[in-house]
């Protein structure tokens, strides 16, 4: 693990790194936070950065990491950026800018759903494996496990490469500019938080009138719960269940009459 006071000068001499986070994002606790910073560099070295423990020192560090990666003239070659992007913004307020999306860049050219792992294979004859387990699991313990850090590095190990065989297609098959217009429009993106959020609920735009404000206030009972507990919301009560209890409470022709804790 690296702290940014180590690698600050060396960080600011590269053109171009590759780049991804680790988080939970309401899987293991309430809210979302960013707790690993994924640096792969030219040369081969990877940089861990652990936003939650040593790795800044306090808010002059996070101004300059928050420049270094706002610059547009460091290219961040990066998969799906979108989730990212959101994430940086949502939770440290940063814009991530000069961005090179392996994503978007495999659609644009040979590749109609593309994976790191399909790519690694076709285009560096790579056998590489994402595991779900290391994905998902639980970032917010400290100390990583050695696992733990070893997917992480892995995770980065072939951003750069894959980007210079993306970057020859792209240029063959003369799509660099829509690229472009592509990657600009991540870049500008602005979250916003939706307004009536329980409705993000699958399904339940097929409630009536009176089932919908009654998971509007069921969601709102289960976030204040899942924040005091400190833990996804899902953990407290699942999307299904919560669906399910907002149809009872409110079917055409009743009227309300349990709350949260009383189904």
């Known amino acids: 693990m690296e702290t ?3 690698v600050r000068e060396d960080a600011f001499r590269q053109t171009r790194v590759g780049f991804d986070l680790e988080g939970d994002f ?3 606790r309430y809210g979302r936070r960013i707790c690993l910073f994924q640096i792969a560099l030219e040369d081969g070295r990877s940089w861990l950065l652990d936003p939650l423990s040593h790795a800044f020192s306090g808010p002059k560090d996070w101004l300059e990491f928050k420049n270094w990666l706002e610059n547009p003239a460091l290219c961040k070659v990066i998969w799906a950026a979108q989730n990212d992007v959101r994430a940086l913004k949502f939770c440290h307020d940063i814009a991530l800018q000069g961005l090179f999306d392996l994503f978007d860049a495999a659609r644009l050219t040979a590749f109609p759903r593309p994976s790191l792992p399909l790519l690694a ?6 056998e590489f494996v994402k595991q779900e387990k290391w994905q998902t699991s639980n ?3 400290r100390p990583l496990t050695s696992e733990q850090e070893t997917y992480a590095r892995e995770d980065v190990r072939y ?3 894959l980007a210079d065989a993306l970057e ?4 063959e098959k ?3 500019n829509t690229f472009d217009q592509r990657m600009r429009a991540v870049e500008a993106f602005t979250y916003r938080e939706p307004d009536m959020p329980w409705l993000k609920v699958k399904g339940a735009g097929a409630l009536f009138p009176k089932q919908q404000l009654a998971l509007k206030e069921l969601w709102s009972e289960r976030e204040i719960s899942a924040r005091t507990a400190d833990l996804a919301p899902w953990k407290v009560l699942s999307n299904e269940a919560l669906l399910e209890r907002a149809r009872k409470l409110q079917s055409p022709g009743t009227s309300s009459g349990k709350g949260f804790a009383e189904l």
């Open 168 to 171: 020859a297609l792209l240029l």
């Open 4 to 6: 940014w006071a180590a």
């Open 26 to 28: 309401n899987l293991h």
């Open 174 to 176: 003369r799509q660099r």
């Open 159 to 161: 951003l750069l490469p």
């Open 121 to 126: 294979h076709r285009l560096l004859g790579v």
């Open 139 to 141: 970032w917010n313990l």
